[in-house]
């Protein structure tokens, strides 16, 4: 009998001491036009970077929709990259089917001018990973200084991603020769006329159900969800310059940082209808 408790007692220490499955990850994709990818095990994002200036140059979150569950990023690429199979396709977990453009995407920022969206004039151009452990990391997207309206604006994105959450956090810092800067983060609202669209737009939170916005590649039969919730907003509207958007708007004064919440679903997971998306994004 001693034998046997001995035995199952290290069994249990060997499974306590087990490494945990990774449930996040951020990295740098040289491999892929200088793209950077992070996700956990419910989203998935990237940004554009320096190698695919001129064919596309934008600040917005591109979403890769996934079913719950494993990491894809990595294997996402090197299908297309080693075995020219395109991500635009499920092959069973999800896929690339968000179209950004030029735009802030899903739930990217910017300053705001006169009503229209001052992108910056570069991808980020440098990054840093802060944390990186199985269920958090922590990474900065630095952006170099662009006009912004007769000024010299710069940006640092930091990112959390916790395991878990359908929603990660963004803390922007912009800096430059200003003492008040107007900033809208928000989400590209592809077909605004969709009858099949459902739309929320609070006093700190918006957020959009709708179709697949890039059908190339194959038809596409899901809806994916996205919103931002950003405390404290000073408004929160639709965008009409620079493709129509639906924003929520801040003014800040120098040196204080924009702190949001961005987040998004696919309706092929676990989140199957517009109310369930509209409800977890007013929980937030």
């Not at 969206?117 to 840093?128: C, D, F, G, K, V």
Request: with cysteine; charged share 25%.
């Amino acid at each position: 009998m001693k034998k046997i408790i001995t035995a199952i007692a290290s069994a249990v220490l060997l499974l306590n001491c087990a490494p945990a499955e990774k449930a996040v990850m951020a990295r740098f994709v040289p491999e892929r036009a200088d793209d950077f990818i992070w996700e956990n095990d419910k989203v998935c994002y990237r940004v554009y970077g320096e190698a695919l200036e001129g064919e596309t140059t934008s600040p917005g979150f591109d979403v890769w929709v996934k079913t719950p569950g494993a990491l894809v990023a990595d294997e996402r690429y090197r299908l297309e990259l080693e075995e020219h199979l395109s991500y635009h396709i499920d092959r069973g977990n999800g896929k690339d089917c968000y179209k950004v453009a030029t735009s802030l995407g899903a739930g990217a920022s910017s300053p705001l001018v006169d009503g229209k969206l001052i992108y910056p004039a570069t991808n980020y151009r440098s990054w840093e990973i802060l944390e990186n452990s199985d269920s958090r990391v922590v990474f900065v997207l630095h952006y170099p200084a662009w006009e912004v309206d007769g000024k010299m604006i710069a940006l640092d994105k930091k990112i959390t991603v916790n395991a878990g959450s359908y929603f990660c956090e963004a803390e922007d810092s912009y800096t430059g020769d200003f003492d008040t800067l107007t900033v809208a983060a928000g989400i590209f609202n592809h077909k605004p006329n969709d009858t099949d669209q459902t739309t929320l737009t609070g006093t700190d939170r918006l957020a959009i159900w709708e179709h697949a916005s890039d059908t190339s590649h194959e038809a596409e039969d899901g809806m994916i969800g996205v919103a931002v919730v950003m405390p404290g907003a000073d408004a929160v509207y639709p965008l009409k310059a620079n493709k129509p958007h639906i924003v929520a708007v801040k003014n800040i004064v120098k040196g204080e940082k924009l702190t949001y919440h961005f987040g998004s679903c696919w309706s092929k997971g676990e989140i199957k209808t517009a109310a369930e998306w509209i409800d977890l994004v007013m929980e937030l």
